[in-house]
C-alpha cells in the first residue's frame, strides 16, 4: 500500500498528526518501538493495577482550543475526568503550603488510555524499533512524508544529518510506592518538593485514577535521576527516605517499583510548532510554548494539518 504520511513515534503528538491526516483522507501509519502506544503517557500494570509512570496530568490551557474539544469529547465518554486544582508545596525544611492552580486532569483507565483512544481507527505498527530515517524512507522504504513525533535526541539516533539544532533534555525517573494501605492525607492530591536533592514530585495515584489504591507516584529530580540513570533501583532508598519524611509516613511501603525516563523533558521549548522540511518533519512536547501534553497534542495536530494541506 502507498502510504501519504508515516509518522514514527505513537506518543501523544504522533496521533494526533496521524488522526488529522486520516480524517482528511490521507492515507497514514504510525509505528512505535513500545509494546503499545502512548509513549510519555505510559500506564504500566503492576499487582494488577495500571499506575501512571509519565506525565503526572495534564491541564487544558487557554490557548489550545482544539485540545480542549478533544478532552471535553474524552470526558463526556468518560475517558478522562477533572482532578484537582491544589496540590501541596514542601519547602526544604519540610514546611507545607496548599497551592491553587489551573485545574489538572487525569484519566481512570491510566493515561495511556488518552493515545490509545486517539490511535482507534489508525494504522499503527507497535514493536518496531525504526533504524533509520531519509526524506520520504523509513528503513529503505518509500514511505511518504515522515513524521519523526519523539525527542530530538531520539530522531538524531535514526536521521543522518539533522537538520534541527540539538536539543538539551532532562532525565526523571518515576518511583510506585505501595502500602498496605492508604497512610497519607484524602487531600494530598499531590505535592510539589523544592529543594530537595532526590525528590521533585509526589502524585496520590489511587487519588488521581479514583479507585484508592494506596499508591504514590514519586518523580525524582533530574540530578538524582542523572545520578542513577544506570542504576534506577538505586534512587528507591532516598526516594522512600524523603516521601517518608515528608508526609510523615512511619511504615516502609510493601512494593516499590522504578521507570527510567532518559528524556522525560526538554529543557528548553523550542517555541516554534513544529519542523517541517520536505518529506521530513518533526513534532512533539518541545515544538511549542512550554512541554507539556497539551503542547505534544497541538504540535502533532497543527503538523498533520499542514501536512493534510500540501
Ligand atoms: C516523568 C514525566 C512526568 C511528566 N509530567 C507531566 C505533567 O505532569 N504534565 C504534562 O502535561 N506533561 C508531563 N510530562 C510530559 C508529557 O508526558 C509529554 O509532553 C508527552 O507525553 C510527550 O508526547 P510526545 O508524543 O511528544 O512524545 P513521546 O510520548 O515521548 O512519544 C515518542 C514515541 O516515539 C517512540 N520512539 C522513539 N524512538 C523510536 C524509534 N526509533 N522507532 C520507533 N518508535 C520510536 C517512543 O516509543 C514513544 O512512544 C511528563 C513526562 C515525564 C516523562
Not at 90 to 106: I, L, N, Q, S, V
Not at 199 to 225: C, E, K, M, Q, Y
Not at 271 to 296: I, K, M, Q, Y
Amino acid at each position: 500500500m502507498t502510504v501519504d504520511v508515516t509518522v514514527v513515534g505513537g506518543g501523544i503528538s504522533g496521533l494526533a498528526c496521524a488522526r488529522v491526516v486520516r480524517d482528511a483522507g490521507g492515507a497514514v501509519r504510525v509505528i512505535d518501538r513500545g509494546r503499545r502506544p502512548g509513549g510519555r503517557l505510559a500506564s504500566r500494570t503492576l499487582d494488577g493495577r495500571a499506575v501512571d509512570l509519565g506525565a503526572s496530568y495534564f491541564v487544558v490551557g487557554d490557548d489550545h482550543a482544539g485540545f480542549a474539544r478533544v478532552v471535553a469529547d474524552w470526558e463526556a465518554r468518560g475517558i478522562a475526568r477533572p482532578w484537582t486544582d491544589t496540590f501541596s508545596a514542601f519547602d526544604a525544611d519540610g514546611a507545607e503550603t496548599r497551592k491553587t492552580g489551573p485545574m489538572r486532569w487525569a484519566t481512570p483507565s491510566g493515561s495511556r488510555s488518552l493515545v490509545l483512544d486517539l490511535a482507534d481507527g489508525v494504522d499503527v505498527e507497535s514493536g518496531r524499533e525504526v533504524e533509520s530515517v531519509a526524506p520520504f524512507r523509513v528503513d529503505g522504504e518509500d514511505a511518504g512524508e515522515v513524521v519523526l513525533a519523539m525527542p530530538e535526541p531520539q530522531a538524531r539516533r535514526v536521521v543522518d544529518g539533522i537538520p534541527v539544532a540539538s536539543q538539551e533534555w532532562e532525565a526523571v525517573i518515576a518511583v510506585v510506592l505501595r502500602w498496605d494501605e492508604r497512610r497519607w492525607p484524602a487531600d494530598l492530591h499531590g505535592a510539589f518538593v523544592n529543594d530537595d536533592p532526590d525528590v521533585s514530585f509526589i502524585a496520590d495515584d489511587g487519588d488521581r485514577r479514583g479507585d484508592g489504591a494506596p499508591v504514590l507516584v514519586v518523580h525524582t529530580t533530574g540530578a538524582a535521576a542523572r545520578r542513577h540513570l544506570g542504576d534506577p533501583d538505586g534512587v528507591v532508598a532516598p526516594v522512600v527516605a524523603a516521601t517518608r519524611r515528608l508526609l510523615g509516613i512511619e511504615a516502609e511501603p510493601v512494593a516499590t517499583f522504578a521507570h527510567r525516563w532518559t528524556f522525560a523533558r526538554p529543557a528548553a521549548a523550542t517555541g516554534e510548532p513544529f519542523f517541517h522540511s520536505p518529506g521530513l518533519s518533526l513534532c512533539g512536547d518541545a515544538w511549542g510554548a512550554s512541554a507539556a501534553v497539551r503542547t505534544a497534542w497541538s504540535s502533532g495536530d497543527a503538523l498533520g494539518r499542514a501536512l493534510a494541506a500540501s
